[in-house]
């Protein structure tokens, strides 16, 4: 056979037609493309869809847990709502209610432990005299009745 070309075709062909050894160039070009572009948007799906739990842990907050298990469940579920919920619960500084509540209840479990009749070496008071002297004993039988 001849090497020579047909005379109605190119003397030089464009890069995206393959060459007669069927290597095609541009084909693997875009597939390494492709799946580059894939692992790049998922690598942004997921940082979007930590954004609640990564804002959450960064500020500390005490709803933190429930941050996590919303993204969780908005994973699994594919409901936006569970991720939009914690979205705004990471946003929302809520109050911290544990420590006055802890303070009541060691004050309350102070005042049952203390037995009833006894003053505690805090409470001790020097008797009184004057006129708040009749006022006095009427507080203490007070305490007695109710104990």
Do not use: C
């Not at 062909?13 to 790049?40: E, K, N, Q, Y």
């Not at 500020?59 to 919303?70: F, G, N, P, R």
């Amino acid at each position: 056979m001849s090497e020579q070309l047909h005379p109605a075709a190119p003397h030089h062909l464009p890069f995206f037609v393959p060459g007669a050894d069927g290597a095609d160039t541009l084909m693997v070009v875009m597939g390494v493309f492709l799946v580059a572009t894939l692992l790049w948007a998922g690598t942004l799906y997921w940082k979007l869809h930590s954004l609640p739990e990564r804002m959450a842990h960064k500020s500390q907050k005490l709803q933190m847990e429930i941050v996590a298990v919303l993204g969780l469940i908005s994973l699994f579920t594919h409901m936006h709502i569970f991720w939009i919920a914690g979205l705004l619960l990471a946003m929302i500084d809520l109050p911290d209610f544990g420590t006055p509540m802890r303070s009541i209840a060691d004050s309350v479990e102070r005042i049952a432990n203390a037995t009833p009749g006894t003053l505690s070496a805090e409470a001790k008071v020097e008797p009184v005299t004057g006129a708040k002297a009749d006022v006095q004993p009427s507080i203490r039988q007070g305490v007695h009745d109710h104990a």
